[in-house]
């Protein structure tokens, strides 16, 4: 978007944002030990960028109805605008465009928000700019598709991010190498061609409905987002806090500094539309004991808890994902992820499980 995107907002102004929620995952409250099972890649449709973005990458692209903006597509895009930098010094073009995203200030006035709630939208914010560029990108997938002009409809929505929409309509689609120096074609082509390398396993896909299907469902959109002790809550993630022995990582407490969640502020999260559940392990218990679920009968949604002995030292809570998985928070240090049942925790601290 650098040196050519003074056109944009002016024209992108006039674009349609088509986009829809989708977040949540499962969770842990305590920091147990227990190791749990990684998926290869990292899991959720992604895999080689900081830790920072990743979260703020899935959901920019769950949000869109476009299935072209995938989080690889907007991951290559942040790399080859700025590498993932977000200071000052390495994260200004000599254009003027900002930020991780490289958003110049009129084109950021008309896509950017205060998408991490810290008061301020700002293009120097991750959260901020991925979801600005999330949302961009969106809009621009959409219109490319109903233009009509050929190509690869991400192609021509890349060739507006960084000329503008008015060079893809003056050209009738991706500007030529004999424009700009060929900026924009090369642009676009790096892009397309290091989206593989950002490629992890594919989102998971729940079928069905019903408030178990669409707890998990929204749940699944934040698969690699970090664990915070005390963190999260139904409007989502949030920095936590240290208690004890919980939320510190090698002698500091990293829950203060980390936006995510835990446990069972999660399963909150997941089930708050449909369902109000108190917000601890033990208590998401006490609420839904009555509809105690054997091992065998289990379905997507249903709540799986472990403890060190009794319903008062219940610790852990994870949603059941199908095929023998669940979806869960572990423990500071990790991320959510999808793990076999048997390997989650210890198999000698199952609980057992309910239907909310």
């Not at 900026?183 to 729940?206: A, D, H, N, W």
């Amino acid at each position: 978007m650098k040196v050519l995107i003074r056109a944009a907002a002016a024209v992108i102004a006039l674009f349609v944002l088509a986009i829809t929620g989708l977040t949540a995952m499962v969770l842990v409250d305590g920091d147990t030990e227990a190791d749990a099972a990684e998926i290869p890649g990292g899991g959720g449709g992604l895999q080689g960028v900081p830790e920072e973005f990743r979260a703020w990458i899935l959901k920019a692209a769950a949000e869109c109805k476009q299935p072209e903006l995938t989080p690889a597509l907007l991951a290559a895009q942040l790399y080859q605008e700025s590498k993932f930098k977000t200071s000052r010094a390495e994260a200004t073009s000599h254009a003027g465009a900002q930020g991780p995203a490289q958003f110049m200030p009129g084109t950021w006035a008309t896509w950017g928000r205060d998408a991490d709630g810290n008061g301020e939208a700002s293009p120097w914010d991750i959260g901020d700019a991925v979801m600005a560029q999330g949302r961009m990108m969106c809009s621009l997938v959409k219109q490319a598709k109903s233009s009509g002009y050929p190509g690869d409809a991400r192609a021509l929505a890349l060739a507006g991010y960084n000329a503008g929409w008015g060079r893809v309509e003056q050209f009738g689609g991706v500007p030529p190498k004999t424009f700009a120096n060929g900026e924009t074609y090369t642009y676009v082509q790096i892009i397309l061609s290091t989206m593989k390398r950002f490629e992890g396993p594919g989102l998971l896909q729940v079928e069905g409905s019903g408030s178990g299907a669409a707890a998990l469902r929204k749940a699944a959109g934040r698969l690699g987002t970090p664990y915070s002790y005390g963190g999260g809550g139904p409007q989502g993630p949030s920095t936590g806090f240290c208690d004890g022995g919980n939320g510190f990582l090698n002698g500091k407490c990293a829950a203060s500094s980390t936006v995510g969640f835990d446990c069972s502020s999660l399963v909150q999260y997941a089930y708050w539309q449909d369902l109000k559940l108190p917000r601890t392990a033990a208590a998401q218990y006490g609420a839904t004991s009555d509809r105690a679920v054997s091992r065998q009968n289990l379905k997507v949604g249903d709540l799986l808890f472990w403890s060190r002995g009794s319903s008062g030292a219940i610790y852990h809570v994870a949603l059941y994902a199908g095929d023998g998985n669940v979806l869960h928070a572990p423990r500071t240090g990790k991320n959510v992820e999808l793990a076999p049942l048997t390997s989650a925790m210890p198999q000698s601290d199952y609980y057992g499980a309910t239907r909310p």
